[in-house]
Each structure stands twice: as structure tokens, then as C-alpha cells.
């Protein structure tokens, strides 16, 4: 099935049945973003309106067709016991360009239609898994006509209704059948689906009118500012805006319109080194208000850090494989905590028996050193003035967004929850997400690490200086940036996971100047890695981004201060033996006279 608007910048693999969730940076990229602010470019609306707003005719024609339904399929044999439609209207804009030249512009507007029909009870229906077979998180979508014509809209709804019914009416027999021979364990033993409070709400709808024009221009400027270097072999810079609207109806009473408007900037720069392994960079800015649009030198201030760095990482040494005392960075720390924590407090993990179940019957236990707590908190919009990407109003079951405390003074409180129960764990905490085309999990929005035992970064510095000293190890690592990350979390793997850094510091205890290093990715097991935290800064850090896992792409944010780990482990670089170009860039290749005239590079 297409699905539509899927974000090249993150993915997810399966193996084996097992899958693997990925979080990347920009074209793979999840960063700490930085607002400025900028001339009005953009409008868009995505507050909710004061006072009544008029039902849209979307919704009107939800619910039409939803009482129809229910008034045969409610007592049919067997009957529907929940029915939920929703349809997403997503407007995007693009442009793209690379070394100084366009490569895309466009706008397009579609709709998408899911509709989600459970035969059986709240107990036991048609998605119950029996034994060990894949789980099936690809949902059903079809796209629907753009026009606000009921007449259309009520027979795509017709139409997919009648086809979902079947299919669930056969899956429900073959359920039941072959629960008399496979074993059942003990959180399997959850109910199917929660009851939950129906939800009434439409809020201003999301939109913008974009001018691409001037941003085609900026594309172009900021990658011909690129090539300033010869180390830069390719450049790609991408700005896109999203207005997507959800329009919610299902059969408990739930009766949602609302919409998020979202702006990105990507920058990303290729290189190689002589050995031939390949360096890359990111920038990003993130904002939801255009009036917060980056400005040219905040962007060409990124452009010139990005070269220096690249340029620094290619002539770096490798590092060797590495086990020691290491600090992160809040930007580092954030994915550590995303892949390492987050991804396995998610619910319907505890319940899927392929999974690990790492923190399944640890509710109560002490997780993480008691100093830290977690939570994840969706209602939050920004932190001071920087945009959260993980926040929303309502998931995408109808429930609405709250505050989940996960960890409390080190011990595991909680889990994400979707509309999947389990066992002590009866109701969602509002955290069923998905990409349209995906059936909704239980997936992170706003990860929030909070410490009591912080000091400042110098002092946090120090502290690493001396755990060098103490272990006995010739060097200590700072992870200053990185690409993302990845985490096995199903038990047909091993429990671990992959945070891969960008730029990377040897910290030598005898006072010598920090030395750049490249070539390694941090690996390690989740319940031993979170348990060498000792300290942290009092600096938190924030990173956006896409995380992608069963449910397809979903826009996340995580916010930590600086950690210092007394082990950490490093393992070699996947890397090539392709050599750098034989010949520069046309444009630095003075001797061969073929540089442009002047403003012209």
C-alpha cells in the first residue's frame, strides 16, 4: 500500500521477524535546533480557535456514514464493537537543491483514509496475535479526492467499511481456533483493546501560504556556499513545510479535527577521507511558527561550522575499539537515552512475546541511578524558545496527549502506552502514534531526563579526567555529536544497541589538548549501559527529529543534560575502501583553469 509523505530521513528494517527501531539525523538526522528569527515568510494557522468553530464537512461525513454502519454491523454475527474512522489531510511543500542548483519544487495536497473495525469484545478480537507468528503493523489506507463532498468521502468510507468487516469477521474464527493449541502467556493475557473517554474537539485548522520562490533562491545560495571546500564532494539542502489535519470519528463518541503545521531546513554535506571512509554532516532548524524562520547568517553560520568540522574529520586519526569512561554531550545523551530507555518503555513491547520484554516486570524496580527521573510529556509545545517536534494535541487513537512520569528517582514507574492494555496497565496515556498507512503503537513523543545531581560542564569535564586516571586508561572519549542511532528490541537478536557519533574527542589525563578522532560507533546492552551513569551537567540539551519503528515515521523530541559514563564501549566504523576523487572540484582546480568567473562558483 502507498504511503503517503514517508520521510526518506528515517526507516525501519525488519530481520528475522525482529524489528529493528531506527532514529536518524537530517537525512538521517535527529539535532538540536536553533530559532531565530526571521523576516515573515510563512503563514500558517495551528491554534485552536477561540469560541465555536463550524464542524468541518470531512467529520460531517464521518459521522454520517459511522451511523450507518453501526446500525448493521452493530448486530451482525459477529458484530462490530468498535468502529473508528479517520482521514488525514496533508498539504506539503518542498525545495531542494544541490551545489548551486534546484533540483525540486513542489506542492501537493491529498487525503488518506484508515478505517478501524474490531469484531469480538474489548476483551478478545480480531488483532489478538496467537503464539509466536509477526506482528502486522501495516494498516490499511486508501486516498481519497481533496473535495469537501460528502456524496464521495461517505462511499470511500462504504466501501472500505464493508472490506474491513470481512476481513476481520475471518480473522477472528482463525483467532479462536487456534487459541485451543498455542500457549498464551502471562501478558498476553491482556485485554485486546482499552476503554477509553471519548474526546470532542475541533480546533483551528492548519495551513500555510508559501512564496517558493524565495526559498528556492536560499536553497541555491546555501549550497553554492559549500563549495567553497574541496573537501565538500556533495551538498543537499532541504526546506518543507507540513500542514497535516486529522479528522476523527469513532463509535464510543470520540469527534476530533486538528492539525499541526511544521517547517524544516536540512543541510547535509558528503566527504571522504584518504582511507576512504566517508564523512558526513548535518544541520537542521525546526520551527512551527514562521515568524521563527532561521535567518541567512544563522544558516551560513551552520554552513562554515559544518565545513570546519568536516574538514577537521577528514584529516583526523581513526580511533581503535574502545572501552572506558566517556562523556556526552546533552545532544548525544538525548539519543543515548532515546534508543536505549525510550524505545523499551514503550508499551505493546511488555506484551508482544517476540520481543525482549526487557523492562516488562521491572515496574518497581530501580532502573537507572536514583538521581535521575524520566518522563515523557507530549502537551509541551517548546522548551524556552526552541520547538518540540513530539508534541500533539490528541494521538492518532483519539486519546489526548498528557505528562507520563516513566522513572521516578531511578525506579520504573510506567510504561507508553497505547490503546493496548497490559496486564495492571488498563488505559492509554495518550501515546498511540503512527505514520499514515501504519497502525498506531505505543511510540515516544517528548523524552524529558531530569537530574539531582548535576554540575557544571567544566566541573563534569573533570570528573571524567579523573575517572581516566583512576581506571588507569590512557584516554577518556567526548561524544560531541552524532548521525542517530538504532536498537534491537526484539529476543530473536541480541539486546543492544547503536548510537552512531559524528564527532568524537580523545581527553588525554595528562593536560594535552583534546585530540578529534573518527571511526567508531557506541554499542553496548541497555541494562548495563544505564547503570554506569554517575553524574550529569546542569545544561540540558534538546534534539528533533524522525524515529522510525513499527509504526512508520513519527516526529520525536528528547531533551537531557551532558552524562558522564565510567564505561562505555566503541566499536569500529563501518566504512570503504572507495578513494577520495582523483581530480578536485572543477571550480578548485586552479591548474587545469577552469575556475568560474567570479559569482558565479
Given at each position: 500500500?502507498?504511503?503517503?509523505?514517508s520521510?526518506?530521513?528515517?526507516?525501519?528494517?525488519?530481520?528475522?521477524?525482529?524489528?529493528?527501531?531506527?532514529?536518524?539525523?537530517?537525512?538521517?538526522?535527529?539535532?538540536?535546533?536553533?530559532?531565530?528569527?526571521?523576516?515573515?515568510?510563512?503563514?500558517?494557522?495551528?491554534?485552536?480557535?477561540?469560541?465555536?468553530?463550524?464542524?468541518?464537512?470531512?467529520?460531517?461525513?464521518?459521522?454520517?456514514?459511522l451511523?450507518?454502519?453501526?446500525?448493521?454491523?452493530?448486530?451482525?454475527?459477529?458484530k462490530?464493537?468498535?468502529?473508528?474512522?479517520?482521514?488525514?489531510?496533508?498539504?506539503?511543500?518542498?525545495?531542494?537543491?544541490?551545489?548551486?542548483?534546484?533540483?525540486?519544487?513542489?506542492?501537493?495536497?491529498?487525503?488518506?483514509?484508515?478505517?478501524?473495525?474490531?469484531?469480538?469484545?474489548?476483551?478478545?478480537?480480531?488483532?489478538?496475535?496467537?503464539?509466536?507468528?509477526?506482528?502486522?503493523?501495516?494498516?490499511?489506507v486508501?486516498?481519497?479526492?481533496?473535495?469537501d463532498?460528502?456524496?464521495?468521502?461517505?462511499?470511500?468510507?462504504?466501501?472500505?467499511?464493508?472490506?474491513?468487516?470481512?476481513?476481520?469477521?475471518?480473522?477472528l474464527?482463525?483467532?479462536?481456533?487456534?487459541?485451543?493449541?498455542?500457549?498464551?502467556?502471562?501478558?498476553?493475557?491482556?485485554?485486546?483493546?482499552?476503554?477509553?473517554?471519548?474526546?470532542?474537539?475541533?480546533?483551528?485548522?492548519?495551513?500555510f501560504?508559501?512564496?517558493?520562490?524565495?526559498?528556492?533562491?536560499?536553497?541555491?545560495?546555501y549550497?553554492?556556499?559549500?563549495?567553497?571546500?574541496?573537501?565538500?564532494?556533495?551538498?543537499?539542502?532541504?526546506?518543507?513545510?507540513?500542514a497535516?489535519?486529522?479528522?476523527?470519528?469513532?463509535?464510543?463518541?470520540?469527534?476530533?479535527?486538528?492539525?499541526?503545521?511544521?517547517?524544516?531546513?536540512?543541510?547535509?554535506?558528503?566527504?571522504?577521507?584518504?582511507?576512504?571512509?566517508?564523512?558526513?554532516?548535518y544541520?537542521?532548524?525546526?520551527?512551527?511558527?514562521?515568524?521563527?524562520?532561521?535567518?541567512?547568517?544563522?544558516?551560513?553560520?551552520?554552513?562554515?561550522?559544518?565545513?570546519?568540522?568536516?574538514?577537521?574529520?577528514?584529516?583526523?586519526?581513526?580511533?581503535?575499539?574502545?572501552?572506558?569512561?566517556?562523556?556526552?554531550?546533552?545532544?548525544?545523551?538525548?539519543?543515548?537515552?532515546?534508543?536505549?530507555?525510550?524505545?523499551?518503555?514503550?508499551?505493546?513491547?511488555?506484551?508482544?512475546?517476540?520481543?525482549?520484554?526487557?523492562?516488562?516486570?521491572?515496574?518497581?524496580?530501580?532502573?537507572?541511578?536514583?538521581?535521575?527521573?524520566?518522563?515523557?510529556?507530549?502537551?509541551?509545545?517548546?522548551?524556552?524558545?526552541?520547538?518540540?517536534?513530539?508534541?500533539?494535541?490528541?494521538?492518532?487513537?483519539?486519546v489526548?496527549?498528557?505528562?507520563?512520569?516513566?522513572?521516578?528517582?531511578g525506579?520504573?514507574?510506567?510504561?507508553?502506552?497505547?490503546?493496548?492494555?497490559?496486564?495492571?496497565?488498563?488505559?492509554?496515556n495518550?501515546?498511540?502514534?503512527?505514520?499514515?498507512?501504519?497502525?498506531?503503537?505505543?511510540?515516544?513523543?517528548?523524552?524529558?531526563?531530569?537530574?539531582?545531581?548535576?554540575?557544571?560542564?567544566?566541573?563534569?569535564?573533570q570528573?571524567?579526567?579523573?575517572?581516566?586516571?583512576?581506571?588507569?586508561?590512557?584516554?577518556?572519549?567526548?561524544?560531541?555529536?552524532?548521525?542517530?542511532?538504532?536498537?534491537f528490541?526484539?529476543?530473536?537478536?541480541?539486546?543492544?544497541?547503536?548510537?552512531?557519533?559524528l564527532?568524537?574527542?580523545?581527553?588525554?589525563?595528562?593536560g594535552?589538548?583534546?585530540?578529534?578522532?573518527?571511526?567508531?560507533?557506541?554499542?553496548?546492552?541497555?541494562?548495563?549501559?544505564?547503570?554506569?551513569?554517575?553524574?550529569?551537567?546542569?545544561?540540558?540539551?534538546?534534539?528533533?527529529?524522525?524515529?522510525?519503528?513499527?509504526?512508520?515515521?513519527?516526529?520525536?523530541?528528547?531533551?537531557?543534560?551532558?552524562?558522564?559514563i565510567?564505561?562505555?564501549?566503541?566499536?569500529?566504523?563501518?566504512?570503504?575502501?572507495?578513494?577520495?576523487?582523483?581530480?578536485?572540484?572543477?571550480?578548485?582546480?586552479?591548474?587545469?583553469?577552469?575556475?568560474?568567473?567570479?559569482?558565479?562558483?
Amino acid at each position: 500500500m502507498t504511503r503517503p509523505d514517508s520521510n526518506p530521513s528515517s526507516f525501519t528494517r525488519v530481520r528475522a521477524g525482529i524489528w529493528l527501531a531506527v532514529c536518524l539525523l537530517a537525512c538521517s538526522a535527529l539535532t538540536l535546533t536553533t530559532i531565530v528569527s526571521a523576516p515573515l515568510l510563512l503563514a500558517a494557522q495551528t491554534r485552536p480557535a477561540a469560541g465555536a468553530v463550524e464542524k468541518p464537512a470531512v467529520l460531517a461525513a464521518l459521522e454520517q456514514e459511522l451511523e450507518r454502519s453501526l446500525e448493521t454491523l452493530g448486530k451482525a454475527d459477529p458484530k462490530a464493537y468498535f468502529l473508528g474512522y479517520t482521514v488525514t489531510e496533508v498539504q506539503r511543500a518542498e525545495v531542494s537543491g544541490s551545489n548551486a542548483a534546484l533540483m525540486n519544487s513542489q506542492e501537493t495536497r491529498s487525503r488518506w483514509l484508515e478505517v478501524e473495525l474490531r469484531v469480538g469484545d474489548y476483551a478478545l478480537d480480531n488483532t489478538r496475535r496467537v503464539g509466536g507468528g509477526p506482528p502486522s503493523y501495516g494498516g490499511r489506507v486508501r486516498q481519497i479526492p481533496i473535495e469537501d463532498d460528502t456524496a464521495i468521502i461517505r462511499r470511500a468510507l462504504w466501501l472500505e467499511t464493508d472490506r474491513e468487516y470481512r476481513q476481520a469477521a475471518e480473522q477472528l474464527i482463525k483467532i479462536q481456533t487456534g487459541r485451543e493449541v498455542k500457549v498464551e502467556t502471562a501478558e498476553g493475557q491482556a485485554p485486546d483493546f482499552s476503554r477509553e473517554k471519548p474526546q470532542a474537539a475541533i480546533l483551528t485548522r492548519a495551513n500555510f501560504a508559501l512564496e517558493r520562490k524565495p526559498w528556492e533562491e536560499r536553497v541555491r545560495r546555501y549550497t553554492r556556499a559549500f563549495r567553497e571546500s574541496p573537501a565538500v564532494l556533495n551538498s543537499i539542502v532541504t526546506f518543507s513545510v507540513q500542514a497535516q489535519n486529522q479528522y476523527q470519528a469513532t463509535s464510543e463518541g470520540t469527534r476530533l479535527a486538528f492539525g499541526q503545521a511544521r517547517y524544516r531546513l536540512e543541510l547535509y554535506i558528503q566527504c571522504k577521507a584518504a582511507d576512504g571512509m566517508d564523512i558526513n554532516r548535518y544541520g537542521n532548524f525546526d520551527w512551527t511558527d514562521p515568524k521563527q524562520a532561521p535567518d541567512d547568517a544563522a544558516v551560513l553560520a551552520r554552513v562554515k561550522e559544518m565545513i570546519r568540522e568536516a574538514e577537521a574529520l577528514v584529516a583526523a586519526p581513526l580511533v581503535d575499539p574502545y572501552a572506558g569512561p566517556a562523556m556526552l554531550t546533552g545532544r548525544a545523551a538525548a539519543v543515548f537515552f532515546h534508543e536505549v530507555f525510550g524505545h523499551r518503555a514503550e508499551g505493546h513491547r511488555q506484551k508482544d512475546i517476540t520481543e525482549g520484554q526487557t523492562f516488562a516486570r521491572k515496574v518497581g524496580e530501580q532502573i537507572l541511578p536514583e538521581f535521575l527521573s524520566v518522563y515523557d510529556d507530549p502537551t509541551k509545545a517548546q522548551l524556552d524558545s526552541t520547538v518540540l517536534l513530539g508534541h500533539y494535541p490528541f494521538d492518532d487513537e483519539g486519546v489526548q496527549a498528557r505528562r507520563v512520569p516513566l522513572v521516578e528517582k531511578g525506579i520504573l514507574r510506567n510504561f507508553l502506552m497505547s490503546r493496548s492494555p497490559l496486564v495492571g496497565f488498563a488505559n492509554s496515556n495518550g501515546h498511540g502514534r503512527r505514520q499514515v498507512g501504519f497502525s498506531p503503537v505505543a511510540r515516544q513523543g517528548n523524552l524529558m531526563i531530569e537530574s539531582a545531581r548535576t554540575v557544571t560542564n567544566q566541573q563534569l569535564r573533570q570528573m571524567l579526567i579523573e575517572e581516566i586516571r583512576k581506571q588507569g586508561k590512557p584516554f577518556g572519549l567526548v561524544i560531541d555529536d552524532i548521525a542517530g542511532g538504532f536498537t534491537f528490541t526484539g529476543r530473536g537478536l541480541p539486546q543492544a544497541f547503536q548510537v552512531i557519533p559524528l564527532v568524537v574527542y580523545k581527553v588525554y589525563p595528562d593536560g594535552r589538548p583534546d585530540e578529534l578522532v573518527r571511526g567508531v560507533d557506541i554499542v553496548g546492552t541497555p541494562l548495563v549501559s544505564l547503570t554506569k551513569i554517575v553524574a550529569t551537567d546542569d545544561r540540558p540539551e534538546i534534539f528533533n527529529g524522525y524515529c522510525g519503528a513499527e509504526s512508520g515515521s513519527v516526529p520525536v523530541s528528547a531533551v537531557s543534560p551532558a552524562i558522564l559514563i565510567t564505561e562505555m564501549e566503541v566499536q569500529k566504523k563501518e566504512t570503504s575502501t572507495d578513494k577520495p576523487p582523483i581530480l578536485p572540484p572543477p571550480h578548485h582546480d586552479v591548474a587545469g583553469g577552469a575556475r568560474p568567473a567570479a559569482g558565479k562558483q
